[in-house]
């Protein structure tokens, strides 16, 4: 909610037990987080934005995806996954280099 001023806090947390917590407040964040969030946040959103499988995807839908994506980097011939493992995700290449 911090990140996008048009949505609303989506979790809350009752702890069943005692808990330490880390708190950000609004001002460190906007000071040192949001600038880099906001860039990672736009990244994914263009990425459901132009991508021709999400063309027939509402605006609230493409929305919540582009929240829910996370961008990973594998190594040089590091597994995404095996051959014969269960699929859990689905995976979209954005860049590869060649070496």
Same mark, same amino acid.
């Given at each position: ?24 407040? *609004?001002?460190? =964040? ?9 860039? &990672?946040?736009?990244? $994914?959103?263009? @990425? ?22 996370? *961008?990973?980097? =594998? ?9 014969? &493992?269960?699929?859990? $995700?689905?995976? @979209? ?7």
């Amino acid at each position: 909610a911090l990140i996008n001023k048009n949505t609303v806090r989506n979790a809350s947390i009752i702890a069943d037990e005692s808990t330490d917590l880390l708190v950000v407040n *609004k001002e460190l =964040y906007d000071r040192s987080l949001k600038a880099a969030q906001e860039a &990672e946040f736009n990244d $994914r959103n263009n @990425f459901v934005k132009y991508h021709p499988f999400f063309s027939e995807w509402s605006p609230k839908h493409k929305k919540q995806l582009a929240m829910s994506l996370e *961008k990973s980097k =594998y190594p040089f011939e590091g597994h995404i996954c095996r051959q014969g &493992e269960p699929a859990m $995700r689905l995976y @979209f290449m954005l860049r590869w280099v060649l070496r």
